[in-house]
Structures are given as structure tokens and as C-alpha cells.
């Protein structure tokens, strides 16, 4: 609720007693600062009946990256909309994005698969330089389930540029931010955690965002800056890749490379444990995402 200034009446004149205008006080003045500055540039909340596919297009498995479970295959059992109560507390809706158990599925080109999943992009629908890009997002607890909400630039990775914005590999207390690009990839230099409070780990809805400059990518997890790359710090390793458009990214994948450096397990599947692969089997293991904005500085 807003606070307004208020001024006494004055009875000087019994007759005229006058009350005097009010001036806008500091918090409308910023907000109103704020509504200036900026414009919304991309804006998504999920409140159709169906994924809007003027914004969001899905990526089908070709190269596979990361020793990751999952083939990424473009179908409503994966990426879906949803709203009432199965929005868990997304207003207008929300999207889900599910893995599902499949085994034995094969790819067009030959590779077999126990998982699908979804890989949801803005690439050739959506792209931009520079701004604040921010989604409120809502996960599944369980070891090696690895959902992501990221950016990357279009040519050969990693000179294309990445910006992780959120990621998860199972333990719910945290989830991490990371910026990798030529000399600065894989075993990244520049990736940092946010340790959540108890009771309010990554099964609660939070809001992860980045603010890009030319010179800076600061990561803001519910509105506080938890980690913060500059253009000197990369420039130690390589070139600075983040001066070219970039497209964003929703995706869930599941064990392979990061998760199993944090869980270490081995089987049954390579980074992923029996109790989330059951999760899986049940449908339980889920994104759901509120809704996605991108601004910009007028």
C-alpha cells in the first residue's frame, strides 16, 4: 500500500479550513522512475490454453551434450499449460515441463533413450542485447533431476556465449547461477550458489533473474544480487562473449555431467538414483514456471 504524505488541516480560518495538496512522496516517485525507464520487451505468463508458439519454439534431440538421460522431443506429454490448482499458486497459470520414463525410446537419427524431456527456446522468435531477463519458477525436489532457466547466443559454443540463470541438480537448498564463453567454460571459474533459508528451498516459487550490461551480468534471485561477472574478470581467460544477441531457454534435463559431480551415484542411471527415476515414472518431477519477462532500458 502506498504511503501517502498528509498535511494537517489549518484552522486559522474557522470558516476555511483547507486541506493542503499532497506531494507524491519518495516510493511513488521511484516507482513512477522505474515505469519510465524501462519497457517490457518479451512478457509470458502462461495463460493460455496452449504453449504460445509465436514465442516459444522446442528443440528435438540432435546432438546430445553432457552424458545427459534425456531425448528433448517436441510433444504436450513434456511441455504443457496448466491452471486452477495445478498451478500451485501461479495466478493466471503456469507452464509445466515434465520428463517422462520411455525406455528404449529412439531418436530419428538412431540414439536410444529411457527419458524424454522439453527444451523450450526463443531462438528466431525472440532475441535481444542487453536488459533484464527474469522468471518465476517452482521445482521438484529429487537428486540428479537438473531443470535450467538460461540464455545462450547462436554460432560455436562456448564463443557464443552462455548465461545460466538458474540451475538445479538436486539438492534443494540451493541453486546456481554461471557464465561460461571462450577460456571460461566447463569447469567455469564463474559460477556461484544461493543457499536458500530453511522452508524456503527451490520447491517454493522464486524469482531468478540477470540484469546484462555491456560491461557486467548481475544475477538477482527474489530481487538481491547473489553474484555479479564483469567484463575484467572474464577478460583474464578470454573474450568477454556477451556483447551478441541471445535467446532464452527453459529446459529439463535429467543426470549426466553436473549432477553426478555432486551425488556421485553411478546407477542406475549416471547421475540420477532410483527414488528420482521413480519420480519421473510417476510424473512427479516438474518445472513449473509463472511467467517469464524480459526489459529493457528505454
Known amino acids: 500500500?502506498?504511503?501517502?504524505?498528509?498535511?494537517?488541516?489549518?484552522?486559522?480560518?474557522?470558516?476555511?479550513?483547507i486541506l493542503m495538496p499532497t506531494t507524491p512522496s519518495f516510493a511513488q516517485k521511484k516507482k513512477?522512475?522505474?515505469?519510465?525507464a524501462e519497457k517490457v520487451v518479451f512478457f509470458d505468463d502462461f495463460s493460455g490454453k496452449k504453449l504460445d508458439r509465436g514465442k516459444w519454439g522446442a528443440e528435438i534431440t540432435g546432438q546430445h551434450n553432457n552424458n545427459e538421460l534425456q531425448a528433448y522431443?517436441?510433444?504436450?506429454?513434456?511441455?504443457?499449460?496448466?491452471?486452477g490448482t495445478a498451478a500451485e499458486g501461479a495466478r493466471n497459470g503456469a507452464l509445466i515441463i515434465r520428463p517422462q520414463s520411455m525406455p528404449g525410446f529412439k531418436t530419428k537419427d538412431?540414439?536410444?533413450?529411457?527419458?524424454?524431456?522439453?527444451?523450450?527456446?526463443?531462438?528466431?522468435?525472440?532475441?535481444?542485447?542487453?536488459?533484464?531477463?527474469e522468471a518465476r519458477i517452482k521445482l521438484t525436489d529429487g537428486a540428479g533431476l537438473w531443470p535450467a532457466w538460461w540464455m545462450l547466443g547462436k554460432g560455436a559454443w562456448p564463443e557464443c556465449g552462455e548465461i545460466d540463470i538458474m540451475e538445479y541438480v538436486g539438492e534443494k537448498d540451493w541453486a546456481s547461477a554461471a557464465v561460461h564463453g571462450p577460456g571460461y567454460f566447463g569447469e567455469t571459474p564463474f559460477v556461484n550458489r544461493q543457499y536458500f533459508t530453511a522452508g524456503?528451498?527451490?520447491?517454493?516459487?522464486?524469482?531468478?533473474?540477470?540484469?546484462?550490461?555491456?560491461?557486467?551480468?548481475?544475477?538477482?534471485?527474489?530481487?538481491?544480487?547473489?553474484?555479479r561477472v564483469n567484463k575484467k574478470m572474464t577478460?583474464?581467460?578470454g573474450k568477454w562473449a556477451f556483447d551478441t544477441r541471445k535467446y532464452l531457454i527453459l529446459n529439463y534435463a535429467l543426470g549426466g555431467a553436473y549432477p553426478v559431480k555432486i551425488n556421485g551415484v553411478m546407477s542406475p542411471y549416471n547421475g540420477m538414483p532410483a527414488s528420482s527415476v521413480n519420480l519421473v515414472k510417476k510424473g512427479e518431477a516438474k518445472m513449473l514456471v509463472d511467467w517469464v519477462r524480459v526489459t529493457q532500458k528505454k
Open 1 to 17: 500500500m502506498i504511503n501517502y504524505r498528509k498535511y494537517r488541516y489549518c484552522f486559522l480560518l474557522p470558516l476555511c479550513a
Open 32 to 36: 513512477a522512475t522505474l515505469k519510465t
Open 73 to 83: 522431443i517436441d510433444t504436450n506429454a513434456t511441455a504443457f499449460l496448466v491452471n
Open 110 to 133: 538412431g540414439q536410444n533413450f529411457d527419458f524424454i524431456s522439453a527444451r523450450l527456446t526463443t531462438e528466431n522468435k525472440f532475441e535481444f542485447t542487453y536488459g533484464k531477463a
Open 200 to 227: 524456503n528451498d527451490v520447491t517454493q516459487w522464486h524469482t531468478y533473474a540477470v540484469e546484462w550490461t555491456p560491461d557486467a551480468l548481475n544475477f538477482i534471485y527474489d530481487g538481491k544480487l547473489m553474484f
Open 235 to 237: 577478460n583474464h581467460y
